[in-house]
């Protein structure tokens, strides 16, 4: 009797699941579908991206459809497809470090391998294979080698990797056929087609450069940590009116502190791309990387910080109110330094003065600081003891005040390099027009009956005449008496 009931329950749960299968089945395919369309709206190039991999690859096909091309390549048209696979990168940069590195690691070690199969033929039969079994080892074993110096390992490893496989293949295959030029010649030819189509489709098509995502990068990371100041103040002496957004919002920073190894490959990356848009032939890249480390190394001291911020032992809450004020004026000067910062390089224009004034600022903070511990020196130990994550705390933002002084002097440095361009103070604009129209102009007042049809009031009229700077004015000017207020015209 029971196996018969757990027979009906099977039967029924089998039924039920065969009946609930195409929702289960639709709702999985929607959720797959959204996910997609989310992951391709993140980042519309990824889509761009794939569609010019199937344009290289339909191009460099047409070595097998064209039979002409076949007859010249014969099966060796395969080499081309592979290398758009392994060659084709997200980057124009990575295109042109894969590219460069398997045609000239292909050229130089094609050569090689023929060589080697010519000078092992001098050696006789028996002596052939021994010959080409030595340069295979030390070659091979140099170039294994060399891929651990941290420069080839950096922008030449690929290559290095290109040259064993194709000094191997040549100069064993060469052992077995005489038909070694033809079939190097076949091999490096259509790996150069097939680079060529990746270079020439990854520039002209929608390029991504790896140049200006590291640049939109640090200026977007220094924009981070100018958001966390922005929300220190609150965080630390307010936070029962921190919103959850508000607070995922300032932690934004954690990212930074991971960023190292992306900063490092989009500049090695960058160093292969030509000049495009305002990054000029010779950019200088590795100024990335200095002001990144130093971006990471205030990240860093912000951790530290936001430990004082989350824990509960904190200073008595009078402590709190009197270095509240320099705390806040600190730490909002530093963040709008960030932020002028961040400007900079995201409009590679200069901007030291506003930069400057905001760290002054917060230097003057610094100070009226030191006032107020001074003042509130505790008399005993215990007191002491209560104040010391306060004082802490106001510590490290010193040392973040020092760290962004540093980050404004490297940012300096790299736009004198990267050749930023000047941008002039509003008000000191004025002042510089205001003196150029003075300079070249005269004044010469007249009287109201010159001028009754414009204006029948009491209102004297002064007559401003512009010169050329090579023609110095000669109007005099005459007091009108009795004039309440005077009117300018300027012809």
């Given at each position: 009797?029971?196996?018969?009931l757990?027979?009906?329950?099977?039967?029924t749960?089998?039924f039920?699941r065969?009946?609930e299968?195409?929702?289960?089945?639709?709702?999985?395919?929607?959720?797959?579908?959204?996910n997609?369309?989310?992951?391709?709206?993140?980042?519309?190039?990824?889509?761009?991206?794939?569609?010019?991999?199937?344009?290289?690859?339909?191009?460099?096909?047409?070595?097998?459809?064209?039979?002409?091309?076949?007859?010249s390549?014969?099966?060796t048209?395969?080499?081309?497809?592979?290398?758009?696979?392994?060659v084709?990168?997200?980057?124009?940069?990575?295109?042109?470090?894969?590219?460069?590195?398997?045609?000239?690691a292909?050229?130089?070690?094609?050569?090689?391998?023929?060589?080697?199969?010519?000078?092992?033929?001098?050696?006789?039969?028996?002596?052939?294979?021994?010959?080409?079994?030595?340069?295979?080892?030390?070659?091979?074993?140099?170039?294994?080698?060399?891929?651990?110096?941290?420069?080839?390992?950096?922008?030449?490893d690929?290559?290095?990797?290109?040259?064993?496989?194709?000094?191997?293949?040549?100069?064993?295959?060469?052992?077995?056929?005489?038909?070694?030029?033809?079939?190097?010649?076949?091999?490096?030819?259509?790996?150069?087609?097939?680079?060529?189509i990746?270079?020439?489709?990854?520039?002209?098509?929608?390029?991504?450069?790896?140049?200006?995502?590291?640049?939109?990068?640090?200026?977007?990371?220094?924009n981070k940590?100018?958001?966390?100041?922005?929300g220190?103040?609150?965080?630390?002496?307010?936070?029962?009116?921190?919103s959850?957004?508000?607070?995922?919002?300032?932690?934004?920073?954690?990212?930074?502190?991971?960023?190292k190894?992306?900063?490092?490959?989009?500049?090695?990356?960058?160093?292969?791309?030509p000049?495009?848009?305002?990054?000029?032939?010779?950019?200088?890249?590795?100024?990335?990387?200095?002001?990144?480390?130093?971006?990471?190394?205030?990240?860093?001291?912000?951790?530290?910080?936001?430990?004082?911020?989350?824990?509960?032992?904190?200073?008595?809450?009078?402590?709190?109110?009197?270095?509240?004020?320099?705390?806040?004026?600190?730490?909002?000067?530093?963040?709008e330094?960030?932020?002028a910062?961040?400007?900079?390089?995201?409009t590679?224009?200069?901007?030291?003065?506003?930069?400057?004034?905001?760290?002054?600022?917060?230097?003057?903070?610094?100070?009226?600081?030191?006032?107020?511990?001074?003042?509130?020196?505790?008399?005993?130990?215990?007191?002491?003891l209560?104040?010391?994550?306060?004082v802490?705390?106001?510590?490290?933002?010193?040392?973040?005040?020092?760290c962004?002084?540093?980050?404004?002097?490297?940012v300096?440095?790299?736009?004198?390099?990267?050749?930023?361009?000047e941008?002039?103070d509003?008000?000191?604009?004025?002042?510089?027009?205001?003196?150029?129209?003075?300079?070249?102009?005269?004044?010469?007042?007249?009287?109201?009956?010159?001028?009754?049809k414009?204006?029948?009031?009491?209102?004297?009229?002064?007559?401003?005449?512009v010169?050329?700077?090579?023609?110095?004015?000669?109007?005099?000017?005459?007091?009108?008496?009795?004039?309440?207020?005077?009117?300018?015209?300027?012809?």
């Amino acid at each position: 009797m029971e196996m018969d009931l757990n027979a009906q329950e099977k039967k029924t749960g089998f039924f039920q699941r065969l009946k609930e299968f195409p929702t289960k089945l639709k709702d999985g395919v929607t959720k797959r579908v959204k996910n997609v369309k989310k992951f391709g709206k993140d980042d519309p190039r990824r889509i761009i991206h794939s569609m010019k991999v199937g344009v290289a690859l339909t191009l460099v096909s047409l070595l097998y459809y064209v039979r002409p091309l076949y007859i010249s390549f014969g099966v060796t048209g395969m080499w081309a497809i592979l290398t758009v696979v392994v060659v084709f990168e997200f980057t124009v940069g990575g295109t042109l470090s894969k590219g460069l590195n398997r045609g000239f690691a292909t050229l130089i070690a094609g050569a090689l391998g023929v060589g080697a199969v010519h000078l092992a033929c001098f050696f006789g039969h028996q002596g052939e294979p021994i010959v080409l079994a030595f340069l295979v080892f030390s070659l091979g074993a140099a170039a294994t080698f060399s891929r651990f110096f941290p420069r080839i390992k950096q922008r030449y490893d690929y290559g290095a990797l290109i040259f064993i496989l194709t000094f191997s293949f040549v100069a064993i295959s060469g052992y077995r056929t005489d038909e070694i030029l033809i079939m190097a010649y076949q091999r490096l030819s259509t790996i150069l087609i097939g680079g060529t189509i990746c270079i020439l489709v990854s520039i002209f098509i929608c390029p991504v450069w790896a140049g200006e995502d590291l640049h939109k990068m640090i200026a977007n990371n220094i924009n981070k940590l100018a958001k966390y100041l922005e929300g220190f103040e609150g965080e630390y002496f307010q936070p029962e009116k921190i919103s959850k957004e508000t607070n995922s919002c300032v932690r934004e920073y954690k990212s930074i502190l991971t960023s190292k190894s992306t900063e490092d490959t989009l500049a090695n990356l960058a160093r292969w791309e030509p000049g495009h848009g305002r990054f000029r032939l010779r950019h200088p890249w590795k100024k990335y990387l200095k002001i990144a480390g130093l971006v990471r190394q205030c990240a860093f001291h912000f951790e530290i910080l936001n430990g004082y911020v989350l824990s509960n032992d904190k200073a008595p809450q009078e402590f709190d109110s009197k270095i509240q004020e320099p705390i806040t004026t600190m730490s909002r000067e530093v963040g709008e330094a960030l932020k002028a910062i961040a400007k900079s390089i995201k409009t590679m224009s200069k901007d030291s003065a506003c930069v400057n004034s905001h760290i002054d600022n917060s230097k003057k903070a610094i100070e009226n600081l030191r006032i107020v511990l001074k003042s509130s020196y505790p008399e005993t130990e215990k007191d002491l003891l209560e104040i010391i994550p306060g004082v802490t705390m106001a510590s490290i933002l010193i040392e973040v005040v020092n760290c962004v002084e540093k980050i404004s002097e490297a940012v300096e440095e790299f736009s004198g390099l990267a050749h930023f361009k000047e941008t002039l103070d509003p008000k000191l604009s004025a002042e510089i027009g205001q003196h150029q129209l003075l300079h070249r102009g005269s004044v010469k007042p007249v009287l109201d009956g010159d001028n009754e049809k414009e204006d029948n009031s009491s209102l004297s009229h002064v007559l401003i005449t512009v010169h050329d700077e090579e023609q110095p004015p000669t109007a005099t000017a005459k007091n009108v008496l009795g004039a309440e207020k005077a009117r300018v015209d300027v012809v």
